[in-house]
């Protein structure tokens, strides 16, 4: 009970009592207020740290989000500037296609070169192609460089071309200026020859060689290459006349795929002149 009395006086004391160092308040409430304010510090600091913590984390993951998401489109941004600087690329040569397909007295359908197969045995190219867009067996396939090959499979929506190069392929050539004959043979790797050509013509390197159109599948006068060297055959009477064809037939990516000659004219008929030969 002493001690009740005690305690009790002294929060009594404690009550009646002001403080003048804290602006007279009573010393009840400034000791209540010194056994609070560390736990209340405490607490704050607590409260106040996991409010940072938790603000910090949505601010990362919504900082994350954002980054991904900038990313994806950066990633998207570069894709689309490859496709516009391989479409810018290829503008010059489907020019170039344009105008030579005008110029042309043939019938003739563009074609994309969708896959290739190049080995000892095949020089094959594939197009986008086929019988849907009027395309058919033996068809002559060129560039504005000239010759590429002939249509040697064709399906619905595409089509398979045996190139020059092909150890299989052959076709009518005209040489120089005289028009010497020959018939010109793969030799595979982008390669091609034309042998027995008789001793005794005319040819010399730098000779340009053009197809004669008596094969019936490529029309006359049309671009093959040009004479390289020319070497004597073991019999003696015949020479064998390489050359490097016109069409870079590694680096195709456009073609185009003869249809049909056009009619010949009727004043064209009359001088005795082929449409070949205008």
């Known amino acids: 009970m002493l001690a009740a009395l005690v305690v009790g006086q002294f929060f009594l004391l404690g009550y009646q009592v002001r403080s003048p160092q804290a602006g007279g308040v009573r010393l009840i409430r400034l000791w209540t207020l010194k056994a609070v304010l560390p ?4 607490s704050e600091g607590v409260f106040g740290g996991v409010r940072s913590w938790f603000g910090d984390y949505v601010t990362l993951r ?5 980054n991904e998401a900038l990313r994806a489109e950066v990633g998207r941004l570069e894709l689309q500037n490859q496709q516009l ?19 042309l007295t ?5 074609a994309q070169v969708i896959g290739s197969s190049s080995s000892t045995d095949a020089q094959l190219l594939y197009l986008d192609r086929g019988a849907d867009s009027g395309l058919r067996l033996n068809m002559a396939v060129l560039t504005p460089e000239g010759v590429v090959g002939k249509l040697t499979q064709v399906l619905g929506n595409a089509s398979q071309v045996l190139l020059l190069s092909d150890p299989e392929s052959g076709a009518g050539v005209l040489i120089g200026s005289r028009g010497i004959h020959g018939i010109l043979h793969g030799l595979g790797a982008g390669r091609s020859e034309i042998p027995r050509v008789l001793k005794d013509e005319p040819v010399a390197v730098g000779d340009a060689v053009v197809t004669s159109g008596e094969d019936q599948v490529y029309p006359k006068g ?8 020319v070497g004597a055959s073991h019999d003696g009477v015949f020479k ?37 030969d205008v």
């Open 39 to 42: 736990a209340e510090r405490l």
């Open 62 to 66: 919504h900082a994350r989000g954002e």
């Open 222 to 229: 049309l671009n093959v290459g040009t004479v390289t060297a």
């Open 85 to 103: 600087r391989e479409a810018a690329r290829e503008v010059p040569e489907l020019t170039s296609l344009l105008g030579f397909q005008r110029g």
């Open 240 to 276: 064998t006349v390489s050359l490097r064809l016109a069409a870079n037939l590694g680096r195709l990516e456009q073609v185009l795929v003869v249809t049909a000659e056009l009619p010949v004219a009727a004043e064209t008929q009359d001088s005795g002149l082929t449409a070949a």
């Open 106 to 110: 043939l019938h003739t359908v563009a």
